[in-house]
């Protein structure tokens, strides 16, 4: 199961300059159909905003070492059941805030996968010692 999180990580982080991009392309084209003169620095300065309220990098890394804790926890053989809680509350905090930065269907898909799998978790997870 941590491996699919892997993937859902990593197809995001790959995503990332796509979705930039597609905002950029959006914005130009509602303001080309608005035919207005616009400052082009300001333009750039806006954009750089908006990358700024959709930046999700830090989600993103914090995902991969809450999911690396997983793997070694998992692996232990000492009791784990409230580390595993834990984990399963920072997974579940980290899937919030990137769905709630999402700004493309596949960052919002990831999210709610993350979200679904890791309520999934959290129920098994409450029966552990």
């Not at 999180?5 to 303001?31: D, F, G, N, Q």
């Not at 959709?54 to 809450?66: I, K, P, T």
């Amino acid at each position: 199961m941590v491996v699919n999180y892997k993937v859902l990580v990593a197809t995001v982080r790959e995503c990332r300059p796509e979705v930039l991009s597609a905002i950029r392309a959006k914005l130009t084209t509602r303001i080309e159909e608005m035919k207005v003169d616009i400052d082009s620095n300001r333009f750039e300065q806006e954009l750089v905003m908006i990358a700024q309220k959709l930046d999700v990098d830090e989600e993103l890394d914090r995902l991969d070492s809450h999911l690396t804790e997983l793997e070694d926890v998992l692996a232990s053989n000492k009791p784990v059941g409230r580390r595993l809680d834990f984990l399963m509350q920072e997974l579940n905090r980290e899937a919030n805030t990137l769905s709630s930065k999402s700004a493309d269907i596949v960052t919002t898909q990831a999210a709610v996968d993350m979200k679904v799998n890791i309520e999934q978790m959290r129920e098994q997870v409450q029966n552990i010692e």
